[in-house]
């Protein structure tokens, strides 16, 4: 949509039929990864190719970069897809990170707890979001049946983090190497999925200018060109440690829509097509809140109630078929902090529609 508004023609490669996007676009292809002709036929109807979720075979992203700019390239997904890589790169480039270690068998899961020698969390290191492919471990667990229990060929054991709050920088970077940072936000995350953002974060202003240096540093080191979220755990001194990257828009970004001078996806269009980078000031602090499934469980929400409220803005995805757990869409309401946020949590609690079918 950001594209479009720009004035794009918009190619959309998808191995689902009829994804929401596709509404969007001038162009869907509808075609496995690994499908060359397909892929070739996408090449041959683009100028320059973007990802907007890190799970997509690299080898599908190197088989288009012979063809055609892929940005963010298929080496810097390659890292952001794969924990084992994602980590080992952090920590060879001195970036913050817990202490970890590489799993691929029982035998060093117990290794791996015991030198650890604190509560920590097993990680799959391909597919793994939103809380999923997790498990959480202390020592004198049973190794070999939490091993199983995982069914991943290789894992990354992260030390569990005492932290304080939990925030998110935007890095936008440019082909011609420019790079902006969006302000810091705020995240609170239920059940492993994110459910709040509060923009901008409630940080000391030196904690938030050192969270942009470590996201504009880590995005230089791996050359992106588009969008690079970098997700921190704040600890109880101030100090801050990497938890995760993103290649892409993020969840916790979406707010940009109402609340910055440039929104993160029309920044990730200007920084892959080569133009120059938009402003990132806020226009107004807000608070977005994620719609999923769960809001379903009475039938269609009573999204009457969040229209009717001044400042808030809804955004509904177009997904088919509600579960729990799915992100079918967010509202953002303009407003200051824990005010907004109080305000937003109690409008999504009563649009569940009670005893409904």
Known sequence: MAAKSMGYTVVIYDEVKDGPASSCADL?????????????????????????????????????????????????????QDRVLEKEFLRNNGFPVAPFRVITSAAEL????????APSILKTAALGYDGKGQISLSPGDNTEVIWAMLGSPRAVLEQRI?????????????ADGE???????ANIHRNGIL???LAPAPLDETVAAKAREIATAITEKLGAIGLITVELFVLPDGSLMVNELAPRPHNSGHHTLETSMTSQFAQHVRAVCG???????????????????????????????????????????????????????????????????????????????????
């Not at 109807?45 to 012979?66: C, H, K, R, S, W």
């Open 195 to 197: 459910d709040v953002t």
């Open 275 to 357: 133009l120059p980078l938009g402003p990132v000031e806020l226009r107004s602090p807000g608070v977005m809140i994620n719609l999923l499934g769960d809001l379903w469980s009475g039938g269609e929400p009573d999204w009457e109630l969040l229209l009717r409220e001044s400042g808030l803005f809804l955004h509904l995805y177009g997904k088919k078929g509600a579960k729990p757990g799915r992100k079918m869409g967010h509202a953002t309401l303009l407003g200051e902090g824990c005010t907004a946020r109080d305000r937003a949590l109690l409008l999504r609690g009563r649009i569940v529609r009670r005893g409904a079918r």
């Open 110 to 117: 117990a290794t791996g707890i015991a030198e650890l020698n």
């Open 28 to 80: 869907t292809i509808v075609a496995p990864f690994d499908d060359r002709d397909a892929l070739a036929r996408f090449a041959m109807n683009t100028d320059v190719v973007t990802v907007e979720f890190e799970n997509i075979p690299v080898e599908a992203l190197e088989y288009l970069e012979t063809r055609v700019p892929v940005r963010p390239s298929s080496s810097v997904v390659r890292i952001c």
């Open 179 to 185: 790079t902006s940072c969006f302000p810091v936000q």
């Open 162 to 174: 005492s932290f304080d709050s939990e925030a998110s920088v935007i890095c936008a970077r440019s």
